[in-house]
């Protein structure tokens, strides 16, 4: 595998090549299966596969979850060295910003008004900023993204098509731990104990798809609200029922696999996300 810590370098690099199909994953490191679950479909489908690790101050909205992000870069060169990645990118914030340079701001098309966007403002003009700087590095042909983190999906295939890429935007499906919490870098942050309890957010998702039948939404959302009101040590933030292209808000369930339930919490000073497309 071979690294490059300069955008110039690994630009040179990729035109020196022949007609390679690019896959890029982009990362911010204290990789899990996650991630691996994306380099191998990306390794699958492609000839040439770029990973970046690089954790992007713009999309954070505070500075204490931006400064305990965890760092795992050895690791986390053994794990793609494992696997067969082609090249690694792992830049210093100035190779991609400019002195004082900001998040550009986005028009998302009506994606960005709710649920990450409206608990952490600027999100997503951070993760676009960055995104359209990596894309304008790599060229990649397909980018791979987890369903993990759907509305950042959602808005990174809108940012394409705004854009007039010729990207493919790829989803992988969430991969989860043995008690069903969605893998996340933040979960290294997650004390044994709330390790285990964060599995309620996967069980609440599961317990409305099983019950979405027997009850209306906001039945569902009161029981889940009543639940989570009942742990010390965790917080709801939102559950939202939603279309999963949209992400409009819904009143009943659709019957053509349309419906996501998103869902994120605090569990101790940790924050999670999560969700459930059915």
């Given at each position: 595998m071979?690294i490059?810590?300069?955008?110039n ?7 020196s090549?022949?007609d390679?199909l690019i896959g ?11 991630h691996?679950?994306l380099?191998?479909k990306?390794?699958k489908?492609?000839?040439l596969?770029v990973c970046?690790?690089f954790?992007n101050h713009?999309?954070?909205?505070s ?11 050895s690791s ?8 067969n990645c ?7 914030v100035?190779?991609?910003y400019?002195i004082d340079?900001k998040?550009?701001?986005?028009n ?13 403002k600027?999100?997503?003009?951070g993760?676009?900023?960055?995104i359209?700087?990596?894309f304008?590095?790599i060229?990649p042909?397909k980018?791979y993204f987890?369903q993990?983190d759907l ?7 809108q940012?394409t098509?705004?854009?007039n890429?010729p990207?493919?935007?790829?989803s992988?499906?969430t ?7 969605a893998?996340?870098?933040r979960n ?9 309890t ?8 599961e317990?409305c798809k099983?019950n ?10 009161n ?12 917080d709801l ?11 409009q808000t ?5 019957e053509?696999g349309?419906n996501?339930?998103?869902?994120a919490a605090f ?5 999670l996300?999560d969700n459930?497309?059915?």
């Amino acid at each position: 595998m071979l690294i490059f810590n300069t955008k110039n370098d690994l630009s040179s690099y990729l035109s020196s090549l022949t007609d390679p199909l690019i896959g890029f994953v982009p990362t911010m490191g204290a990789l899990h299966d996650g991630h691996l679950a994306l380099l191998r479909k990306a390794k699958k489908q492609c000839s040439l596969v770029v990973c970046s690790i690089f954790v992007n101050h713009t999309q954070f909205d505070s500075k204490e979850d931006f400064n305990s992000y965890p760092n795992t870069l050895s690791s986390d060169i053994t794990k793609l060295e494992k696997i067969n990645c082609d090249l690694l990118y792992v830049p210093d914030v100035s190779d991609l910003y400019a002195i004082d340079e900001k998040a550009k701001h986005f028009n998302f098309n009506g994606l960005d008004p709710q649920m990450e966007a409206k608990f952490r403002k600027g999100h997503f003009d951070g993760v676009a900023t960055i995104i359209e700087k990596f894309f304008n590095i790599i060229k990649p042909h397909k980018a791979y993204f987890g369903q993990k983190d759907l509305q950042q999906l959602l808005v990174v295939k809108q940012l394409t098509k705004q854009l007039n890429l010729p990207i493919e935007i790829v989803s992988v499906p969430t991969i989860r731990e043995e008690n069903g919490l969605a893998m996340s870098s933040r979960n290294k942050l997650l004390s044994p104990k709330h390790l285990e309890t964060a599995s309620m957010l996967y069980k609440s998702l599961e317990f409305c798809k099983a019950n979405k039948g027997n009850f209306s939404i906001t039945d569902l959302k009161n029981r889940i609200k009543t639940q989570f009101s009942e742990q010390l040590e965790v917080d709801l933030e939102y559950l939202e029922f939603v279309n999963s292209n949209s992400l409009q808000t819904i009143s009943v369930f659709k019957e053509n696999g349309d419906n996501a339930i998103c869902i994120a919490a605090f569990v101790g000073r940790v924050r999670l996300i999560d969700n459930i497309i059915f």
